[in-house]
């Protein structure tokens, strides 16, 4: 079973920037994973914000287009989530899994965007 450990979230104010983290453990077959990265804001469901193929092809929610980049690092098992010029509507909690979700849910990390 794979584990997730999000990290890097904090509060932020409007026009920053944060570097979002996520390890994983629990398996030796990371690089062949697509991954992704879920927001879930107030009230609202979680959703896809940036995805990663096993190759490296991102893709992005049209929100964040511009504004995030997602990446990651075979070798530590990691990826990351840089968000630029974020904005209020970016507020939320933060979570990594596989693009299609298909592990248990880490605790994820918050990220507050607010003056």
């Known amino acids: 079973q794979v584990q997730l450990v999000e990290s890097g979230g904090g509060l932020v104010q409007p026009g920053g920037s944060l570097r979002l983290s996520c390890a994983a453990s629990g398996t030796s077959m990371f690089s062949l994973y697509a991954m992704g990265w879920f927001r879930q804001a107030p009230g609202k469901e979680r959703e896809l914000v940036a995805h990663i193929s096993l190759n490296g092809i991102t893709n992005y929610a049209d929100s964040v287009k511009g504004r995030f980049a997602i990446s990651r690092d075979n070798a530590k098992n990691t990826v990351f989530l840089q968000m630029n010029s974020l904005k209020p509507e970016d507020t939320g909690v933060y979570y990594c899994?596989?693009?299609?979700?298909?592990?248990?849910w880490g605790q994820g990390t918050q990220v507050t965007v607010s003056s």
């Open positions: 899994n596989h693009r299609d979700s298909r592990w248990s």
